[in-house]
């Protein structure tokens, strides 16, 4: 199939596209991002422990792995747009559940259905920004897209804080949010493009990647590998190792945030410059070396420095390997993505545990050096992928 062109001038075309494209980039970034930031709340109210709320909330990724097939399936049958559609609405539905349950009973269900929702919506957007960048012949476009999912985050976290500062327990709090998001969704969703790139309805649900498709999953893998790190293991590195003020412990997660948001909005301009592999090379190279200045000098400030060259690092990679999936000869975009996204996530969900039996065995120190490898390993990957 090809894309819908509307009446109006191609340039005009591609602006509102890329308005409506980066709208839903920040709805659900900024879903995520309250949830997230209630989830202490949620934790005191249920009286979980560490080791609990770390079991329960292992029910977003059981929801989140069946849905990445099925979401490339599902773009294959209905189209990006629509299956956006259903997931936004599952994924609000979902948020609302979370602030509303009163036992975990009924709290893990509606965890599983956000995961779910979230790798829906994750994977229509993802295809939608493929159809957008198609229209602008050649430039890249699709690590701005992300930025603005990473800007959302930050609004997101700010909202949360406001809201827990002020007493709002999280179902009010998320029904602002849905709100919110039923209003703009409502404006922009008629400005996404109806049809999808080459796009066959005929896809069965799991397909097997072929080669090219197999080596831009293996770069997604190490680069979530050393996302899911800093994620889950900043703060307690920065508590440990570099043994930051009370204060200053969140600082390398902040650190890395912002700076892989900054470069997402960067990204796109020097992968112009440079060309998608050389830029996956040097993130990888990039990656490695905050790592490895994190482990090798542990201090505050030269941690904090190592933290936000990995930002930096990691920021340009998934977009370029989404980017890059999306142009499959041999899949349409939905199902080239599911592929990619599958095999990536695997390295989100082994990286953080990985982190924590190697610590168990040796220390902190050394599984950061581990995953400093993963950085070599996306450049490696890049060198040889054929995609690119």
Not at 110 to 138: C, D, H, P
Not at 234 to 263: D, E, H, I, N, R
């Amino acid at each position: 199939m090809e894309l819908s062109i509307p009446s109006f001038p191609a340039a005009r075309a591609r602006r509102v596209y890329r308005a409506a494209v980066a709208t839903w980039f920040f709805l659900p970034g900024l879903v995520f991002a309250s949830w997230a930031s209630r989830i202490p709340f949620v934790q005191q109210r249920m009286g979980f422990s560490e080791t609990a709320l770390g079991l329960v909330l292992l029910a977003i990724p059981l929801g989140q792995l069946p849905s990445l097939p099925f979401s490339g399936w599902l773009i294959a049958k209905q189209g990006s747009r629509r299956t956006l559609l259903l997931g936004v609405a599952g994924y609000c539905l979902a948020l609302v559940g979370l602030g509303w349950a009163p036992t975990p009973a009924l709290l893990i269900p509606f965890l599983v259905l956000f995961g779910f929702a979230s790798n829906l919506m994750n994977i229509a957007v993802n295809t939608q920004a493929v159809g957008v960048e198609s229209l602008y012949e050649g430039q890249h476009i699709m690590a701005s897209f992300h930025g603005i999912w990473s800007t959302a985050g930050f609004v997101g976290a700010a909202i949360g804080t406001f809201m827990s500062g002020h007493g709002v327990v999280p179902l009010w709090h998320f029904l602002v949010i849905v709100g919110l998001i039923a209003i703009v969704g409502a404006f922009s969703q008629g400005k996404l493009l109806l049809r999808d790139t080459h796009t066959a309805t005929d896809q069965p649900i799991f397909v097997r990647p072929d080669g090219p498709l197999l080596g831009l999953g293996l770069i997604a893998f190490c680069a979530m590998i050393c996302e899911g790190a800093m994620f889950d293991w900043s703060g307690v590195y920065f508590k440990k190792v570099v043994q930051a003020p009370g204060a200053w412990v969140g600082a390398g997660y902040t650190a890395f945030m912002s700076t892989m948001a900054l470069g997402r909005f960067g990204a796109d301009w020097l992968t112009g410059r440079l060309g998608a592999r050389r830029m996956i090379q040097l993130s990888g190279l990039l990656t490695a070396a905050g790592l490895l200045v994190a482990v090798g000098f542990p201090t505050l400030v030269t941690a904090l420095i190592g933290f936000m060259m990995v930002g930096f690092g990691v920021s340009a990679v998934v977009p370029l390997v989404y980017s890059a999936a999306g142009k499959s000869k041999v899949m349409s975009p939905g199902m080239a993505l599911a592929s990619v996204s599958t095999i990536g996530f695997l390295g989100f969900l082994i990286g953080p545990p990985m982190i924590g039996l190697v610590a168990g065995a040796t220390s902190l120190r050394v599984s950061y050096s581990l995953i400093a490898v993963m950085g070599l390993c996306v450049t490696w990957a890049a060198t040889r992928a054929k995609q690119l």
